[in-house]
């Protein structure tokens, strides 16, 4: 007997889960143990256990802010494409995307325009947009994030802040000439393999076009701001659980320029653990080695595999989600 999508959505993302999951928390653990070892493992693990854990209960809570604003946006951006789902369902495939950022080049995330899919009807090739601008304007946010301390702090790294920035502003300009992006779309249209797309391209351009209207780009540029942000508020606070003395200016920069650094890696590891540690040695006076890996790991605990943790229990709730919306009158804009 064939299965729905309905059924078998959830099943299958957890599988891909598992499978990036065990491969990602081997390579972080033994990525973080020879590194420590490199660093200082005794001292590392010394730092952790005199940390004052008082101030991680915040630090998380600072890591549901960044969440809870940026689901808010990805919710608008459906919205904006006339895509009506409610927010009790809407949560938890946001969710599960977190779980799927370890996935390579993140691609694991199309999840939540699938789930969507699942749920309402609504096409993927209309509703992927939304995913691309939601991460895109994130990724635009924690640029700029960088770029207002890169000359302070690091100013050899101006180059990729800048070059980053421009390559953003170039696809924005690209899809904002809807002259020029037609043009593209007719041209692959007439090639012989991949001609058969265009017009679901077509309406994936569209569809991006109304996410990056001008109010709605100002809109979700504003939440991605203050929602990064506040994760780099919760590195500071790291450090002041670590009696480190680290202004919020150079936590800020720290924290968003790893970021930019960690982008080419599936959620960041490795690279963005690295740029944390060394650029937290080279700017933080005073700073052990076992005090930047200490607080790289504890950072990262609270935001990329705290989130990875969130998703993973988002995925096994999934079933029970798409259940609930089997009644075809639960589902609109089909």
Known sequence: MSTTPEETAAPDAMGRFRKWAAIAVAVAAIGYLAYALYRGLSETANELVSFSWGWYLPILGLTLVNYGLRYLKWHYLLGRLGVRIPHSSNIWIYLAGLAMVISPAKAGEVVKPYLVKVMTGAPMARTLPALVAERGTDGLAVVILSAIGVSTFYAEAQSV??????????????????????????????????????????????????????????????????????????????????????????????????????????????????????????????????????????????????????????????????????????AIEK
């Open 161 to 330: 802040i800048v070059w980053t920035f421009v390559a953003i502003v170039a696809m924005l300009g690209i899809i904002a000439s809807k002259t020029l992006s037609m043009g593209i779309i007719r041209i692959v249209e007439s090639l012989p393999v991949v001609g058969g797309i265009g017009q679901r391209l077509e309406e994936s351009y569209l569809a991006m076009r109304t996410c990056l209207a001008p109010v709605p780009f100002m809109v979700t540029i504003v939440m991605s701001l203050v929602a990064w942000w506040a994760e780099c508020v919760g590195y500071w606070l790291v450090f002041k659980g670590m009696s480190v003395s680290a202004g919020l200016d150079v936590s800020t920069f720290l924290y968003a320029f790893s970021t930019v650094f960690g982008a080419p890696s599936p959620g960041g590891m490795g690279m963005a653990d690295v740029a944390l540690v060394e650029g937290a040695r080279e700017l933080i006076a005073g700073l052990t080695d076992g005090q930047a890996v200490a607080s790289s790991l504890l950072i990262r605990i609270a935001t990329l595999w705290f989130g990875v943790l969130l998703g993973a229990g988002a995925l096994l709730y999934m079933e029970r989600v798409i259940k609930r919306h089997a009644d075809p009158s639960e």
